[in-house]
T-cell receptor
Framework: NAGVTQTPKFQVLKTGQSMTLQCAQDMNHEYMSWYRQDPGMGLRLIHYSVGAGITDQGEVPNGYNVSRSTTEDFPLRLLSAAPSQTSVYFC???????????FGEGSRLTVL | DQQVKQNSPSLSVQEGRISILNCDYTNSMFDYFLWYKKYPAEGPTFLIS?????DKNEDGRFTVFLNKSAKHLSLHIVPSQPGDSAVYFC????????????FGAGTRLFVKA
């Protein structure tokens, strides 16, 4: 049972480059979200989705785009990477019944 | 402005003793609170939760207490074990669903053998 799968696990970018972090879940969860983890800041919500075709902003959405064309996938796009986006990114999914978030293993991004 | 606050960055406890991790929140609209545990190089994993209509929830060695009037919750681990050493995140959401869950900064727990 795969759960939440994130790719890539590691990525190094130069300032101004673009990239997409992929997230897929096989649990048929309606809700998916992206967080970034930074030292002393905990996990901060970037964007979330309550179902296919529906997305909304979290606490720190600037510099990131998302889309949700299917229930399974929720990619996070960085259109022009900045050093401030160096972080560990986590994708998570859940149903409404428990509220428990299921996280992927994380993607470590470094922007030079 | 942080809506969920964990003011202790770290906590060190002797094996077998009680670990108490604290969390404060500011948004009275939160009605579901959760604790997550995170090991290095892994994603956070769910530990225990509590609804705002309760003041206590137990699961084995883990108990969460909620004081709504003080907007404060705590996680008790008894007895603490070396394998409990990890970062613990307090989290809150606005309904029984998990979307738009807001996390605290985390507390790193060290359990000494």
């Amino acid at each position: 049972n795969a759960g939440v799968t994130q790719t890539p696990k590691f990525q190094v970018l130069k300032t101004g480059q673009s990239m997409t972090l992929q997230c897929a879940q096989d649990m048929n969860h309606e809700y998916m979200s992206w967080y970034r983890q930074d030292p002393g800041m905990g996990l901060r919500l970037i964007h979330y989705s309550v179902g296919a075709g529906i997305t909304d902003q979290g606490e720190v959405p600037n510099g990131y785009n998302v889309s949700r064309s299917t229930t399974e996938d929720f990619p996070l796009r960085l259109l022009s990477a900045a050093p401030s986006q160096t972080s560990v990114y986590f994708c998570a999914s859940t149903t409404t019944n428990t509220g428990e978030l299921f996280f992927g293993e994380g993607s470590r991004l470094t922007v030079l | 402005d942080q809506q969920v606050k964990q003011n202790s960055p770290s906590l060190s406890v002797q094996e077998g003793r009680i670990s108490i991790l604290n969390c404060d929140y500011t948004n009275s609209m939160f009605d579901y609170f959760l604790w997550y545990k995170k090991y290095p190089a892994e994603g956070p994993t769910f530990l225990i939760s509590i609804s705002s209509i309760k003041d206590k929830n137990e699961d084995g060695r883990f108990t969460v207490f909620l004081n709504k009037s003080a907007k404060h919750l705590s996680l008790h681990i008894v007895p603490s074990q070396p394998g409990d050493s990890a970062v613990y995140f307090c989290a809150a959401s606005g309904n029984t669903g998990g979307f738009k869950t807001i996390f605290g900064a985390g507390t790193r727990l060290f359990v000494k053998a």
